[in-house]
């Protein structure tokens, strides 16, 4: 089974911090995604990876950062947090094979205070 | 501009009765679909999919239909159990820089009745 694991389920920070969020990946996957989950929005691309120290931004990369050193592990950065980016953060990760389903970890709620 | 659309955030449905839940696209460039289900505190779980190629997908209770003309598709769940009860997301994929890139629809939050 694949494992998504981010690393933490509840965060709470300030505004003009700078937040890191990690997930790490067990399966050797080549593809990595960071979304946000809003309500009645659904899920938004932030940015993915398609290969070790690649980056791709999604569609709402303003504000964000990624950092991809090695293939298990993918970082989401808040450069300095604002109350917009209170959200539920999802990461994923999909073989570099076509037409393969994302896997997700369990999300990281983040409240920007 | 909302390139996966579901037009309805919410559906209730008597237990043993079919659930059906729809999603409309734009991008005829999309090739690949997916229905994930999504309980509250955890990630999103993969479903069911479908390739444009075809036109139904079944797997157990779960069959997922497309219409490429219509640019439409749907999952049926027969029969709706309790454990159901969540929320729905489909998604639309096209290939980017090697990578499956998806786009999400908002969400429909399904709800079985006992």
């Given amino acids: ?113 | 501009d909302q390139q996966v659309k579901q037009n309805s955030p919410s559906l209730s449905v008597q237990e043993g009765r079919i659930s059906i839940l729809n999603c409309d696209y734009t991008n005829s460039m999309f090739d690949y679909f997916l229905w994930y289900k999504k309980y509250p505190a955890e990630g999103p779980t993969f479903l069911i999919s479908i390739s444009s190629i075809k036109d139904k997908n079944e797997d157990g209770r779960f069959t997922v239909f497309l219409n490429k003309s219509a640019k439409h598709l749907s999952l049926h769940i027969v029969p709706s159990q309790p454990g159901d009860s969540a929320v729905y997301f489909c998604a639309a994929s096209a290939v980017y820089q090697g990578a499956q890139k998806l786009v999400f629809g908002q969400g429909t939050r399904l709800t079985i009745n006992p």
């Fill in chain 1, 1 to 113: 089974d694949v494992k998504v694991t981010q690393s933490s389920r509840y965060l709470v920070k300030r505004t003009g911090e700078k937040v890191f969020l990690e997930c790490v990946q067990d399966m050797d996957h080549e593809n990595m995604f960071w979304y946000r989950q809003d309500p009645g929005l659904g899920l938004r691309l932030i940015y993915f990876s398609y290969d070790v120290k690649m980056k791709e931004k999604g569609d709402i990369p303003e504000g964000y950062s990624v950092s991809r050193e090695k293939k298990e592990r993918f970082s989401l950065i808040l450069e300095s947090a604002s109350t917009n980016q209170t959200s539920m953060y999802l990461c994923a990760s999909s073989p570099q094979l076509s037409k393969q389903p994302q896997h997700f970890g369990d999300g990281t709620r983040l409240s920007i205070l």
